[in-house]
């Protein structure tokens, strides 16, 4: 039920907002993107998904040892455009370098919306694909790793370690936002009671109209000390005041909890990609406590990529975190392992940081993932 009152005042991550957020995309179909209604050329162009495997590719030469088969997973792949840019990229680098990777491949494309993998399930180009059993469909909720299905509603147990590599692109922006703020040492927490007015024409996206009247009432409440993460959050504010931040921290608890349980699932050696609007370096204290932000037509929020780098380094990663503030895109790379190795590191440096062609897109772009969400032209 979207309409109604609710002056219950709850942590803003579990708040009316983020449930609003959720309900756009379990229920909103193909006019997600169809209407542009969320943005999604950036990580959906062929240019980026050719980056993306040549860097792919140069972690798995660098592994010694390679299991026979090799296990990618999608996460909310929402349109499923960048899975079909990133499967014809890969085989192309795999054809390039002589390599039998491509052959050895299953590829997991999930989301957590069972609408959009029915519109995917349907995709003419990658029926052949589903056919020879190499792309598979998963309903996977990144924050509830353990309760995935598959498209006819049976439970599937991901076992851990799994996977090669898991691709998180335009994701961890829509997860719930917690905001924390240390009140002398001590770590709170924002809390919001919502109001929604009750006359929602029905016109638009409900949901658009629910956010127009939604009236926000917030405050700090101190955290409690067994909650999961708040030791480690106190740490990372107060260091960060000692170098002379101040102010608010935005940390999407539900983004650690995903992180943890995709790392999990991820084999010796593997890695994790995150791709999305965020935060770099010193940026990541403005205000953004009022009011949150919508891309499109979606409620979003920019991702704490020094936040997640450093949990990720607590949980025995290695990371690259991209290092040019001026990218629309960022991303981080963690790799399980004790270091990346020269040939990735030098990959991601050519690929991302000094000929990064994705930050300079053509207008055809548009054009060409218009075309391939329609189901048109042919894969390989
Ligand atoms: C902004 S869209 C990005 C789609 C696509 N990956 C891209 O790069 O354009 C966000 C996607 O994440 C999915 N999503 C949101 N929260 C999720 C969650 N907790 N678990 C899995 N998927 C989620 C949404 O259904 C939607 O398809």
């Known amino acids: 039920m979207l309409v109604g009152m609710n002056a219950q005042s709850l942590p803003y991550s579990q708040s009316l907002l983020w449930k609003l957020a959720q309900y756009y995309y379990l229920n909103r179909g193909q006019a997600t993107w169809l209407l542009s209604e969320t943005p999604y050329v950036l990580t959906s162009n062929l240019q980026f998904a050719y980056q993306l495997a040549w860097v792919i590719h140069a972690a798995l030469e660098s592994e010694s040892q390679l299991p026979e088969r090799l296990s990618f997973l ?41 609408r959009y993998l ?93 956010l127009k009247d939604t009236v926000f009432v917030s405050e700090y409440r101190a955290t409690r000390a067994e909650e999961a993460e708040s030791p480690w959050l106190t740490d990372f504010l107060q260091k960060a005041q000692e170098t002379g931040k101040t102010g608010l921290l935005p940390a999407s608890e539900p983004s650690l909890q995903a992180l943890s349980g995709l790392y999990g699932h991820l084999q010796p050696g593997g ?53 040019v503030p001026k990218h629309q895109l960022k991303f981080l790379l963690a790799q399980k392992s004790q270091g990346l190795s020269e040939r990735l590191k030098h990959s991601l440096e050519y690929h991302f940081v000094q000929t990064n062609r994705n930050e300079s897109r053509f207008v055809n772009y548009v054009q060409d993932c218009d075309r391939l969400l329609r189901g048109q032209g042919s894969l390989f």
Not at 154 to 176: H, K, M, S, W
């Open 74 to 114: 999608e996460t909310g792949a929402g349109h499923g455009v960048f899975s079909l840019n990133f499967l014809k990229a890969f085989k192309d680098v795999c054809q390039l370098e002589k390599s039998d990777y491509f052959s050895r491949l299953s590829y997991w494309i999930s989301d957590y919306s069972p």
């Open 118 to 210: 029915q519109e995917i399930a349907a995709q003419p180009l990658l029926q052949p694909l589903f056919e020879s059993g190499q792309v598979q469909l998963l309903q996977l909720d990144i924050t509830e790793i353990e309760s995935c299905q598959n498209l006819r509603g049976e439970r599937q147990v991901l076992p851990l370690g799994t996977f090669n590599a898991i691709f998180c692109n335009y994701v961890f922006d829509t997860l719930p936002l917690s905001v924390f703020q240390l009140q002398r040492g001590l770590l709170c927490q924002k809390w919001v009671s919502t109001r929604i007015e009750p006359n929602v024409p029905p016109v638009l996206p409900p949901h658009l109209y629910a």
């Open 271 to 323: 890695l994790l990609w995150l791709a999305d609007k965020g935060y770099l370096g010193e940026a990541w204290l403005p205000a953004i406590d009022f009011w949150p932000q919508t891309y499109g037509l979606c409620v979003t929020h920019q991702v704490n990529f020094p936040l997640l780098r450093d949990y990720l380094h607590r949980l025995g990663a290695a990371c690259f975190l991209d290092p």
